[in-house]
């Protein structure tokens, strides 16, 4: 059985910087896509950073240069390093992994990040 779990979150002063980790169970994290997205009350889920079973990172375009995600697949963690957070952060945000073969989706049960003074 798949499991996700996120921690990490709380709260952050506007400039202050968070780290999310992701430790994944019941899965050889090297042959899955894993990421972060995040989601706000009433809204669609989106992606924040995804990194491939080749180490190949994409961000969404609010997070260049502020996030970093990294993986270690002996661990089977992933990790989203937040910088420079502001209060459009603010989010709760679910760690995401995919089975490159198959195109299984797995879910994070989501942790909260707030960003305010």
């Known amino acids: 059985q798949v499991q996700l779990v996120e921690s990490g979150g709380g709260l952050v002063q506007p400039g202050g910087s968070l780290r999310l980790s992701c430790a994944a169970s019941?899965?050889?994290?090297?042959?899955?896509?894993m990421g972060w997205y995040r989601q706000a009350p009433g809204k669609q889920r989106e992606m924040v950073a995804v990194?491939?079973?080749?180490?190949?990172?994409n961000y969404a375009d609010s997070e260049k240069g502020r996030f970093t995600i990294s993986r270690d697949n002996a661990k089977s963690t992933v990790n989203l390093q937040m910088n420079s957070l502001k209060p459009e952060d603010t989010d709760v945000y679910f760690c995401?992994?995919?089975?490159?073969?198959?195109?299984?989706?797995?879910w994070g049960q989501g942790t909260q990040v707030t960003v305010s003074t």
């Open positions: 019941g899965i050889t994290s090297v042959i899955y896509t």
């Open positions: 990194i491939t079973t080749y180490n190949t990172r």
């Open positions: 995401h992994a995919r089975r490159v073969a198959t195109g299984n989706d797995y």
